[in-house]
């Protein structure tokens, strides 16, 4: 549920078009210039269209992942799904009309018919959308172009699409970020992640139980790269991708190394890699959505590192349906993990200020996905851990969305005894980070060198593993995933050691920011995992559904 005020279409009225995206916010960093359009330069685009029955999806959702309720775990078949998302016929007929006469050709659905991929050039997206492109650059001299007047469409195709994206959006960083580097070397390796959190191995089910993490922005995996750091970090274990989905290129970056080094390695399971290069961030993730849900084969635990604090960096038609997407992937029996940032209490954020309000991360925030935060030892490289004094964990509250029922006990609590920021921010919002690992000097082999990262793009893909682990368990007493875990977690705080010492007040945001509190809070969440207890609690809850 959205909190925000939607305005009626007809209020965004002009004329015989309605508005579905409002004017494009321009991040930090990005400035136009006089530089011409070249009209036939092409884009990748994707089109929602609306789902038929969204709120029966969502009922599902709630139910399958109550673990005191009589249909937990009982997912819905892949077709029973697609009965339910597929869109009202005279929608996809009205879609299918607009792109014949927009001169569009080589359409690929999804199949529940809930999205359209194509290619359309620069002259035909000004049509389409109403709008004219303009140029940007940077500040290392690279140019996009970009529609950002807002995007408009006749009445009858506004009421049949959530979304119109892939020519509207920026790239998340303006520049390529710099890398959290403690030293050539981190102290966090996989040996050491198991040790700190009690992790042994789990015996296998028996059963596919595929992992997965989505790289943006460029970033590739070397296959060689995470072979190397495999045997030589993780007691010559052989490690591979066992499937991209898009494109990757043999040119590492330091996220995805970071990404799948970990994931593979703690997971133990097969590993894909969803691969999205546009430099639109927003679109993007309604590709990955579409993506993930559109096979009857797809992972149970997924690893997203990316995300922005900068509120409305993300219009808020795909803020909606990504949420959309991964209640959808919910009821498919898939955990998403995501980052929960690393711009603090997000006053200040990498995409720009959000003028006197604190911000969380979107996607994080959606609230069918597991956002994960990041701690580090207090005192050397053992023992009691804080929120990560390296940076600022991304914590706080929503302005997208309201506080699910599963976490709203523990907010009130929270927000009672916390001391209050100065700043703006959403008392109803939905929290997070819901859970935190180990954030930072993590040992990272990029191009046959090890070097030390940090991030909760760090914490992310290293807890998504733990969950892969945990469903072998599930597996093998349900034959089924855990699928949604949240309701699952915040009834059994004790999976987690409670985190009560730090905040995520750092850096540009040392004014104002969530202290860590005993229990759930807006820094660390629930607390770092108690794997022992947690592989306790699951056998209980598997058993016998």
């Given at each position: 549920?959205r909190n ?12 015989s ?15 136009q ?25 969502n ?16 997912y819905p ?38 999205y ?26 690279r140019n ?32 390529t970020p710099?890398?959290k ?15 700190n ?18 790289q943006f ?10 072979a ?23 040119n ?9 080094e970990?994931?593979?390695s ?26 993930v ?14 995300g ?5 960096f ?20 898939i ?25 969380p ?15 580090y030892?207090?005192?050397?490289t053992s ?17 997208d ?44 082999l ?12 760090a914490s ?19 034959n ?23 905040t ?14 005993p ?18 609690v ?8």
């Open positions: 549920m925000t005020l939607i305005l009626s279409l007809a209020a965004l009225s002009w004329g078009l309605v508005q579905i995206h409002a004017p494009s916010v321009i991040p930090k960093g990005w400035s210039t006089d530089e011409e359009t070249p009209s036939g330069s092409m884009f990748r685009v994707t089109v929602g269209i609306k789902r038929g029955n969204m709120r029966a999806i009922r599902i959702l709630d139910s399958v992942s109550d673990p005191n309720g009589k249909e937990y775990l009982q078949s892949y077709d029973e799904l697609g009965e339910l998302a597929t869109p009202k016929p005279e929608h996809t007929k009205t879609v299918k009309k607009w792109l014949s006469s927009s001169g569009v050709t080589a359409v690929r659905t999804h199949p529940h018919g809930d359209v991929h194509f290619e359309a050039s620069l002259s035909q997206l000004e049509k389409m959308a109403n709008g004219k492109f303009m140029t940007y650059t940077n500040k290392e001299g996009i172009y970009r529609l950002t007047s807002g995007v408009r469409v006749p009445p009858d195709v506004a009421k049949a699409i959530d979304t119109f994206t892939g020519f509207h959006g920026f790239p998340l960083f303006a520049s710099a890398v580097s403690d030293g050539p070397a981190g102290n966090v390796d996989p040996a050491v992640f198991r040790n959190y009690g992790v042994t191995p789990i015996p296998l089910s028996g059963m596919q139980n595929i992992q997965a993490i989505a922005q460029g970033q590739y995996v070397r296959d060689s790269d995470l190397e750091f495999c045997f030589t970090y993780d007691g010559g274990v052989e490690c591979q991708i066992a499937k991209y989905v898009g494109k990757n290129l043999d590492p970056g330091i996220e995805s190394m970071l990404d799948t970990y994931i593979t703690l997971g133990k399971q097969q590993t894909w890699v969803y691969s999205y290069p546009n430099f639109d961030f927003c679109s993007d993730l309604t590709a990955f959505g579409s993506n849900t559109g096979s009857a084969i797809y992972p149970y635990t997924i690893s997203i590192s990316y922005s604090q900068k509120i409305d993300c219009p808020s038609a795909v803020i909606s349906r990504l949420s959309d997407d991964v209640t959808k992937m919910g009821t498919m029996g955990t998403v993990m995501i980052a929960s940032g690393d711009d603090g209490s997000g006053g200040e954020t990498m995409q720009g200020s959000n003028d006197g309000k604190l911000s991360a979107f996607p994080a925030s959606v609230p069918h996905a597991v956002a994960v935060g990041a701690t030892w207090v005192s050397g023992g009691e851990e804080e929120a990560t004094t390296n940076f600022g964990s991304g914590g706080g509250f929503s302005f969305f309201v506080a699910p029922t599963y976490q709203r006990q523990v907010i009130d609590v929270y927000l009672n005894i916390v001391p209050l920021p100065t700043l703006g921010f959403a008392l109803n919002g939905r929290g997070s980070p819901d859970v935190s690992t180990l954030g930072n000097s993590f040992t990272v990029v191009n046959g060198v090890a070097i030390a990262v940090g991030g909760t793009s992310s893909p290293s807890f998504a593993a733990l969950v892969t682990l945990l469903n072998e368990i599930c597996l093998k007493e349900a089924r995933p855990l699928g949604f875990a949240n309701p699952l977690f915040y009834r059994n705080p004790e999976m987690f050691t409670d985190i009560t010492l730090g995520n007040a750092i850096g540009d945001n040392s004014k104002a920011g969530w202290s860590c509190e229990g759930w809070d807006a820094a660390t969440g629930l607390g770092v995992p108690n794997f022992p207890v947690m592989v306790a699951v056998e209980q809850a598997c058993r016998g559904r």
